[in-house]
């Protein structure tokens, strides 16, 4: 371990701060625990439209305009831009960096173009699951030879792996996504404003077809029938946002509150405030950062029963499975552990000794192997090349 050289590495994603989710959480803290293994690390992303970035420093190059567009029953970003092409063909060509690490889908965009031009071992990192693919349907050959230019195929979960094998078969490493152990923990503070006696219920996600919050909404008329001092906190916004709560009925909207906008450093804090953290995802979910959020916060959590839950979530071990896109049977699963001490205490208590495995710590030491490796056999091939002409 000691003798092996410094990397020079370059992340890849259309998707980064100040722009939420999965993908953005795991190139930051990729970031911070490679840099702090004292590796130079890098970030190529696409400037956000409508969002200011402040005081992110040198490292991360910005190239382009991110725009969002609609894609797996939520919304994803693609960057473009005339000068693109050649900005960040002179990063490559000035930086010469040892890994280019690109996370997202092979799309038309940042991810593409940065492999056609770079010639140092090109690492990708699938996040997303999904049934099917209409663009790796319609472009799967020309896609190909880009995937030939990959020298290492991480998949942060079996079911990432499953969507995108089909298409692209090869060679793929299950490193799953982490979990940052200091900021989730169950020793920070409840949120004052919440701490009134009555029971609090938690979402956190984007409002979109696929994190199933019309469910929730749903469920709530049958949880209040039970419980008359619950409330269902919402952490988090998205297009769909007005239309979903048209379906509110009069009996729950008085039990939901709408947390639009959370600051980053507040997060925490609102999974500690939580009795019960609460995933209705119908699908499309390849692991769940959030799951493993609440479990280092010790909170007990009722999530849907999809394949991408289940690689998190052995059902009453740690958290509740329900069936998905059933109201009725999330109210239940909800009723049933409020109602349980000793099953929210087992919940509590085998999340937390479960997320101790998914530390940023352990996951970054994982990838820096996966590097090495990746590297060394990337010159043993070139070194094999090379004596066949000779």
């Known amino acids: 371990m000691a003798d092996r050289k410094k990397l020079k590495i370059l992340m890849v994603s259309d998707m980064y701060y100040p722009l939420p989710g999965g993908i953005s959480e795991h190139i930051h803290h990729l970031y911070i625990e490679m840099k702090r293994k004292g590796h130079t690390v890098h970030i190529l992303t696409g400037n956000p439209l409508f969002k200011s970035v402040k005081n992110e420093g040198g490292d991360v190059k910005r190239v382009g305009h991110s725009i969002s567009i609609p894609a797996n029953k939520s919304f994803t970003q693609i960057s473009l831009g005339l000068k693109m ?213 010790g909170t007990p959590i009722v999530a849907s029963n999809i394949r991408g839950y289940r690689q998190v979530i052995k059902h009453k071990y740690n958290g509740y499975l329900v069936k998905p896109k059933d109201p009725k049977e999330l109210a239940y699963g909800i009723i049933e552990v409020l109602k349980n001490r000793e099953l929210r205490e087992q919940l509590k208590n085998n999340g937390l000794e479960f997320v101790k495995r998914f530390s940023w710590e352990n996951v970054s030491n994982e990838i820096l192997d996966f590097y090495y490796r990746k590297i060394e056999e990337k010159s043993k091939n070139k070194e094999n090349r090379l004596r066949k002409w000779f």
Do not use: C
């Not at 690490?101 to 799309?107: C, F, Q, S």
């Not at 663009?135 to 195929?153: M, N, Q, T």
């Open 85 to 297: 092409i050649f900005d960040v063909k002179n990063l490559l060509d000035r930086e010469k960096y040892d890994i280019v690490h690109i996370h997202g889908a092979l799309a038309p965009t940042l991810p593409l173009i940065t492999l056609f031009f770079s010639n140092s071992t090109n690492i990708i990192t699938f996040h997303a699951a999904f049934d099917r693919s209409i663009g790796y349907e319609a472009l799967r050959s020309p896609l190909k030879k880009f995937f030939e230019r990959i020298d290492g195929v991480i998949a942060v979960s079996n079911e990432a792996k499953r969507s995108v094998y089909r298409y692209f078969p090869g060679d793929y490493t299950i490193i799953p996504n982490g979990v940052d152990l200091k900021r989730f923990s169950p020793l920070n503070p409840k949120l004052e404003n919440y701490i009134d006696g009555r029971i609090n219920l938690l979402f956190v996600g984007r409002q979109d077809p696929r994190k199933g919050i019309k469910f929730l909404y749903k469920a709530m008329d049958y949880i209040v029938d039970e419980i008359t001092d619950v409330r269902l906190i919402v952490v988090g916004k998205g297009f769909l946002k007005k239309y979903y709560e048209l379906s509110i009925s009069d009996k729950a909207k008085n039990h939901i509150i709408f947390e639009d906008y959370v600051d980053w450093s507040l997060l925490p804090l609102y999974y500690n405030t939580a009795n019960i953290f609460v995933s209705p995802a119908t699908g499309g979910e390849s692991f769940g950062i959030i799951l493993l959020e609440a479990m280092a916060s």
